[in-house]
């Protein structure tokens, strides 16, 4: 058994912080089949409240908890014994990060916001705030903020003094980028392009290798229909445009990038957010080539 995790994850309960482990990729373990497609109804707490109370690691952030009765229950100890890394539900503790995912946010963060508690990342850092807010994903390159309604990595204490979540990231969140109710259409994103040899006549590529990994991430963007589609999108986008950095180009980007967009918005993402989250993908895939 994982006895480093499943003990990292009794001391962060016993302070308080509800946590959860992460499977193999450092995701959430999958649903049980009785949760499925939140047959269940979905947990309590989640944006869709339901009366699930499956005691299996099942809803991703929403199965946190801080009760170390269920951290050390046969459901979750099966779990931890596949489990590679800890997370915690940063909202539920009142706490938010802002997870820096490239140099050049953490630059950016150190120019604009007021220092606090922070945590080294493979990639970056989290800073951490007091406080809770809404999460959201892509608020501009390099950064998410993960706070009520997301799960952060335990990566350690971090080091400096915590201080009060600033209006500067809160700002960072528009009201209007708020998932709308299921089954209200935003956007047919009429007239998209689509990808094909003719938009790429300088990719490296074999047309099936592209339109293989393509339709994999669209897969993936359509599969998040109760939330996180925006974000799935945002990486889907990082991810394709990061094959084609040796690429003398052209790649037709931009056609690969409306399909995304077509794929978050038909499970409920706002077209202006889906089109900001996969912009700012493919940036930073072309920041971290150059």
Known sequence: MRRDHQGAALDLAAAGVPVLPLREGKVPF????????????????????????CPGVCHAWAAATADPGVITSPAWTTAWRQAVAVA???????????????????????????ATRTVPTTRGEHWIYRGA??????VRPGVDIKSLMAYARWLGPGVGRMVELP???????V??????????????????????????????HTEGYVRTGLER??????????????SQAFGVARFLAAQHAHCPGP????????????????VGVPEPYARRAVANGLETASERAA
Not at 217 to 230: F, I, M, N, P
Not at 260 to 265: G, L
Request: glycine letters at 12%.
């Open 217 to 230: 991430g669209l897969v993936k963007v359509r599969s998040y229909t109760e939330s996180g589609a925006g």
């Open 30 to 53: 999958g649903n049980c089949r009785a949760c499925t497609k939140n047959a269940c109804g979905g947990r309590p707490n989640m944006k869709s409240a339901g009366p699930c109370q």
């Open 133 to 138: 807010m809404r999460s959201h994903n892509a």
């Open 251 to 266: 790649c037709g980007l931009e056609a690969i990038g409306e399909e995304i967009v077509a794929a978050a918005v038909s």
């Open 167 to 173: 209006s500067a990231v809160r700002d960072l969140v």
């Open 88 to 114: 915690y539900h940063p909202g539920q503790a009142g706490l938010t990060v802002v997870d820096l995912d490239t140099p050049a946010a953490v630059a950016w963060a150190r120019e604009t916001l007021p």
């Open 175 to 204: 009201k209007e980028e708020t998932t709308p109710a299921r089954g209200e259409v935003v956007s047919s994103v009429s007239g998209r392009a689509m990808w094909d040899r003719t938009v790429a006549t300088g990719c490296r």
